[in-house]
């Protein structure tokens, strides 16, 4: 038995009493999430896929963004022409391995490749400085969704764009993050990282590494982090849930749509 403000309760009505209250929500429909543990194992799930890339660099050709391309019998790369002998094998996102889309997007480039391990530590150090506040407003399912679309979004516009350009990195998604939190504080009317700092930072960052990075993927993650964020920010209060479930599968949709037009163009 418990104790109760007069007498005493049984365990089990205490259990029932507790599955009716109602759990609180932010006011972009999430459930608040004190420890931030999706940022957490995002950033995880990157470290360890850079270890396992320098380990296995073979990784990084197997899983990063290719739109299209050629595996020859001797192992080499080609650029798909569009002439298939029976040597050469189709790959990348147009020819079927979809995976390549999102699994880029945990990848990295290597130590002495152009920004070399610079590239991690400051993809890393965004989605760190993002992703705390941004899981705290949406919930942890908001949030992936953001992330994910976003992820997915820069992989399809860099595809879209230029096929036969490989890429990788989180950029995209991290671009996604910071156009998600311009429009959640707009909508709250505060701003715990100042927006003009960061604003500036992301320009510069994507101006720097635009010689060494893939500038589609920054702005395709930008453009559908920042879509994501609106139609869960902006979604009516009524029927919010479906609505924003509505508008993110939407937006997944068209990405599907555009890469099918594009792999059968």
Not at 133 to 149: K, S, T
Not at 174 to 195: C, D, M, N, Q, S
Not at 236 to 248: D, F, I, K
């Amino acid at each position: 038995m418990r104790e109760a403000p007069v007498g005493q309760r049984c365990p089990e009505c205490v259990k029932g009493d507790s599955r009716t209250v109602r759990q609180a929500r932010t006011v972009f429909g999430g459930k608040p999430a004190a420890t931030p543990w999706a940022t957490y194992t995002i950033i995880v799930l990157n470290v360890l896929a850079y270890v396992a890339e320098l380990v296995h660099p073979a990784i990084i050709d197997r899983f990063d963004n290719l739109g299209r391309g050629l595996l020859g019998a001797d192992g080499q790369y080609y650029v798909d022409d569009g002439i298939f002998a029976p040597a050469y094998q189709p790959i990348g996102v147009l020819h079927g391995e979809w995976w390549r889309l999102i699994t880029s997007a945990f990848l990295h480039q290597e130590p002495g490749n152009g920004f070399g391990i610079t590239h991690i530590l400051f993809n890393m150090m965004w989605i760190w400085i993002l992703g705390r506040f941004l899981e705290g407003q949406l919930g942890r399912v908001r949030y992936l969704a953001v992330y994910l679309l976003a992820a997915v979004g820069g992989s399809a516009l860099a595809v879209l764009i230029d096929p036969d350009q490989a890429g990788l990195g989180a950029s995209g998604a991290g671009f996604g993050l910071a156009a998600a939190y311009f429009v959640l504080t707009r909508k709250l009317h505060e701003y715990p990282i100042a927006r003009n700092q960061l604003l500036i930072s992301f320009v510069l960052w994507m101006v720097l590494a635009a010689g060494f990075t893939s500038w589609q993927g920054h702005l395709g993650g930008l453009l559908t982090g920042g879509a994501a964020a609106i139609a869960i920010a902006y979604a009516p209060r009524r029927n919010r849930e479906a609505v924003q479930a509505v508008a993110l599968g939407a937006i997944a949709v068209l990405m599907v749509v555009a890469l099918v037009a594009k792999a059968y163009a």
